[in-house]
């Protein structure tokens, strides 16, 4: 049988206030696994399309699209928020593409693409069966972070406040027990695109400012404290209401958290009630 597995490796460095992560992804036989797994919506994905990076904080994901896996799209993401640098060289046999960012802030746990869309029919079309390689290089600067987290965890306490102070709330969302939330239009529509949609066009909430949800009063509240504060400090104790949840207002920050705890807790036991979940919401 085939090995399909992956290889990964780093190598850490500290010069001054910046860590430098360099990462080798090896996949090996990548044209013949691209047609080992099919998934539903006309999407193809590697079994493990996720690999977390070893002493680091770093993920990577890979994402196939279409009927033959013919688009490829690369991601990495980081459990805190960084100010990071990065650089990518991807490489099979003679054929090689660069990409490179630099210095940005990227948010705690939301995938960041770093690539443009990679036509895979012909990056393998010439080729025999070789592996597909990727080089990252990540730089991630220490003194620029040790100040946005400060500034970030202040700005994450003042938006807190908001929902408990309601002087100038303008919207009311009220929970499947009827409990209401006083809220702020403003901070809802840049955080959530359902609820922009809902308050831009001519509908009953719009007009009445109210929403009447299907969401328990505790989940209710975890997603708005998320959407003030993007950070869900009572997640675990339903993870799996909240990934609903998440996946209706498309919180991906919020979808990756839970996913997260899910698969902490996940077991023999709950091994096939976690998948049917994370396929019902696309995790």
């Not at 490489?91 to 990679?118: G, L, V």
């Not at 303008?170 to 840049?190: C, M, P, W, Y």
């Not at 959530?192 to 009445?208: G, M, P, R, Y």
């Not at 990756?256 to 995790?283: G, M, P, Y």
Request: hydrophobic share 35%; net charge negative.
């Amino acid at each position: 049988m085939p090995d399909y597995r992956h290889k990964i490796t780093v190598k850490k460095s500290t010069v001054a206030q910046t860590v430098t992560y360099d990462v080798s992804w090896i996949i090996p036989k990548f044209k013949e696994l691209l047609s080992t797994k099919t998934m539903a919506g006309g999407i193809r994905l590697l079994s493990s399309s996720v690999v977390k990076v070893p002493h680091s904080e770093l993920q990577l994901k890979i994402t196939f699209y279409g009927s033959k896996s013919q688009n490829m799209e690369i991601f990495y993401r980081t459990t805190s928020s960084v100010v990071l640098k990065m650089s990518l060289h991807l490489k099979m046999s003679c054929i090689s593409n660069n990409f490179t960012e630099d210095f940005h802030t990227i948010e705690a746990n939301e995938w960041q693409c770093c690539t443009k869309s990679i036509d895979t029919i012909n990056l393998t079309y010439t080729f025999k069966d070789e592996e597909l390689c990727l080089f990252f290089i990540f730089y991630i600067s220490k003194s620029s972070q040790y100040v946005f987290d400060n500034k970030v965890d202040e700005l994450c306490d003042d938006f807190k406040k908001l929902l408990t102070d309601d002087s100038y709330s303008d919207f009311t969302i009220k929970s499947a027990e009827g409990v209401e939330f006083r809220v702020h239009k403003n901070v809802l529509a840049i955080r959530s695109k359902v609820l922009k949609a809902q308050f831009e066009h001519n509908t009953k909430e719009s007009i009445t400012n109210l929403v009447e949800t299907q969401w328990e009063t505790e989940v209710l509240r975890d997603v708005l404290t998320f959407v003030y504060t993007n950070k869900a400090p009572q997640i675990s104790e339903h993870p799996e209401q909240l990934l609903g949840a998440a996946d209706y207002y498309q919180l991906d920050g919020l979808k990756s958290l839970c996913e997260e705890v899910l698969i902490k807790r996940l077991t023999v036991e709950n091994a096939i009630d976690t998948i049917q979940l994370a396929e019902l919401f696309s995790v």
